[in-house]
């Protein structure tokens, strides 16, 4: 592992911790601690980040927030059924599946609630403050794996779910993820609070699989030179993202990212688009299909197709993994305000940074060596800061200080609307 067994342990605290992509995190980080299984898919775990003080598989502790009562050995049940996961690892890490779902709280605003949203922000971040006080923790990361909600309704409109669960994250004092489209710190609300609180964040919209391809083939087409008429796609996938894509907002906020690529690598936007469907019966697997149109030498016409068939949260979990690992080593090391070196994790990423993915490759690996020789105190690691690493990662315990504060401003009387915030 990259971190030696006496570092203190780190919370990972999961919105949606009871669906498909949270209990595929804990039980796979619990495989490949026992070492049941190898680390495959985790670029944390590869050599480029060994000496980059990450914190180990076998020092996360995890907990969550979710408004299904599903416990998790029986969702690992489920997905083992289905082939998410590998027959017997669920059996074999059913303790560690168990200490996980008695950390789970009840999220929110569910159908009926009547709480203000004042009111829930303080209740989830009281929640993972407690959770942390109980565990001896000395920081935690908030990572939204729920499913896709749709788009914010306006100034006017009530916070999302995901927005308030971001609010509670910086109350906390907590570095944030947000691996799906839904608006979580994006939302005006928190992106001022977030700029306000000192602390690390990430996102959005986790990089697996048909935008992946586009963030390659992209870059190919314009590096060769050749015009891209068209591109089109179509995604069938079930499960609990299935449904939630079923609602066109959801899936507008989804097909967001996915052309922001293309916007980025090919420097236009080509005729075309995703279409998302619904389809029950492929459970956790997804098919992504991609048709491009684009013209050669002396305007000959040609076609590429792409076949995209996998699994969601197998694809995901791994990712997962990698970005509480390194969102909380950079709030560790000192780190403040978006991370955009975490770029090629996401479709739609925050902060500065390339759209191709082997520039976006480039610049998490050279965040690791930042994170390398923060850890050896050979230099300083500020958020547009000069000075020593020592002086930095001070700077940043005071800022982070000011996070609860901060939040507190950040909500006004409006009441949450109802909603069962169907986590994935």
């Given at each position: 592992?990259?971190?030696?067994?006496?570092?203190?342990?780190?919370?990972?605290?999961?919105?949606?911790?009871?669906?498909?992509?949270?209990?595929?995190?804990?039980?796979?980080?619990?495989?490949?601690?026992?070492?049941?299984?190898?680390?495959?898919?985790?670029?944390?775990?590869?050599?480029?980040?060994?000496?980059?003080?990450?914190?180990?598989?076998?020092?996360?502790?995890?907990?969550?927030?979710?408004?299904?009562?599903?416990?998790?050995?029986?969702r690992a049940e489920?997905?083992?059924?289905?082939?998410?996961?590998?027959?017997?690892?669920?059996?074999?890490?059913?303790?560690?599946?168990?200490?996980?779902?008695?950390?789970?709280?009840?999220?929110?605003?569910?159908?009926?609630?009547?709480?203000?949203?004042?009111?829930?922000?303080?209740?989830?971040?009281?929640?993972?403050?407690?959770?942390?006080?109980?565990?001896?923790?000395?920081?935690?990361?908030?990572?939204?794996?729920?499913?896709?909600?749709?788009?914010?309704?306006?100034?006017?409109?009530?916070?999302?779910?995901?927005?308030?669960?971001?609010?509670?994250?910086?109350?906390?004092?907590?570095?944030?993820?947000?691996?799906?489209p839904s608006e979580?710190?994006?939302?005006?609300?928190?992106?001022?609070?977030?700029?306000?609180?000192?602390?690390?964040?990430?996102?959005?919209?986790?990089?697996?699989?048909?935008?992946?391809?586009?963030?390659?083939?992209?870059?190919?087409?314009?590096?060769?030179?050749?015009?891209?008429?068209?591109?089109?796609?179509?995604?069938?996938?079930?499960?609990?993202?299935?449904?939630?894509?079923?609602?066109?907002?959801?899936?507008?906020?989804?097909?967001?990212?996915?052309?922001?690529?293309?916007?980025?690598?090919?420097?236009?936007?080509?005729?075309?688009?995703?279409?998302?469907?619904?389809?029950?019966?492929?459970?956790?697997?997804?098919?992504?299909?991609?048709?491009?149109?684009?013209?050669?030498?002396?305007?000959?016409?040609?076609?590429?197709?792409?076949?995209?068939?996998?699994?969601?949260?197998?694809?995901?979990?791994?990712?997962?993994?990698?970005?509480?690992?390194?969102?909380?080593?950079?709030?560790?090391?000192?780190?403040?305000?978006?991370?955009?070196?975490?770029?090629?994790?996401?479709?739609?990423?925050?902060?500065?940074?390339?759209?191709?993915?082997?520039?976006?490759?480039?610049?998490?690996?050279?965040?690791?060596?930042?994170?390398?020789?923060?850890?050896?105190?050979?230099?300083?690691?500020?958020?547009?800061?000069?000075?020593?690493?020592?002086?930095?990662v001070v700077r940043?315990?005071?800022?982070?200080?000011?996070?609860?504060?901060?939040?507190?401003?950040?909500?006004?009387?409006?009441?949450?609307?109802?909603?069962?915030?169907?986590?994935?």
């Amino acid at each position: 592992m990259s971190a030696s067994l006496s570092r203190p342990r780190v919370g990972v605290w999961l919105i949606g911790a009871r669906g498909s992509v949270a209990t595929t995190v804990v039980t796979g980080c619990a495989a490949v601690t026992a070492g049941l299984h190898p680390p495959t898919g985790m670029v944390s775990e590869t050599p480029a980040f060994t000496d980059s003080g990450l914190p180990a598989l076998s020092d996360l502790v995890f907990g969550g927030h979710d408004t299904l009562d599903c416990p998790l050995p029986k969702r690992a049940e489920t997905l083992t059924a289905g082939g998410v996961l590998p027959p017997g690892v669920a059996t074999a890490v059913a303790a560690e599946l168990a200490a996980a779902d008695r950390e789970i709280r009840p999220g929110g605003p569910a159908a009926g609630d009547t709480r203000s949203q004042a009111e829930l922000i303080t209740a989830f971040a009281d929640d993972i403050r407690d959770f942390m006080h109980r565990h001896e923790l000395e920081r935690a990361v908030v990572v939204n794996v729920a499913s896709t909600e749709p788009a914010s309704q306006g100034p006017d409109a009530p916070l999302p779910a995901s927005t308030l669960y971001a609010l509670a994250a910086l109350r906390a004092g907590c570095p944030y993820v947000n691996f799906t489209p839904s608006e979580g710190i994006h939302h005006p609300v928190a992106a001022r609070e977030a700029e306000r609180s000192g602390l690390p964040y990430a996102g959005r919209d986790g990089k697996t699989g048909q935008t992946l391809l586009r963030a390659v083939l992209g870059p190919m087409f314009a590096q060769r030179a050749l015009a891209v008429r068209a591109w089109s796609g179509t995604n069938l996938l079930g499960g609990g993202d299935g449904a939630a894509l079923a609602d066109p907002a959801a899936a507008a906020a989804k097909n967001a990212g996915k052309e922001r690529v293309l916007a980025d690598t090919l420097g236009t936007v080509p005729e075309g688009e995703v279409h998302i469907d619904d389809v029950p019966a492929l459970g956790d697997w997804k098919t992504a299909w991609d048709h491009i149109a684009f013209d050669g030498f002396l305007g000959t016409r040609m076609i590429l197709q792409t076949i995209w068939q996998g699994c969601d949260s197998a694809l995901a979990a791994p990712l997962v993994l990698d970005l509480a690992r390194l969102t909380t080593r950079a709030h560790e090391a000192g780190l403040t305000g978006p991370l955009g070196a975490l770029g090629f994790y996401f479709k739609d990423p925050m902060g500065d940074g390339p759209a191709s993915l082997g520039e976006q490759y480039a610049a998490l690996v050279g965040l690791g060596e930042r994170l390398r020789r923060a850890s050896t105190g050979e230099t300083a690691l500020g958020a547009g800061h000069d000075g020593s690493a020592e002086e930095a990662v001070v700077r940043g315990a005071d800022l982070r200080g000011s996070a609860a504060e901060a939040a507190e401003r950040a909500v006004d009387a409006r009441e949450p609307a109802p909603g069962s915030g169907r986590e994935r």
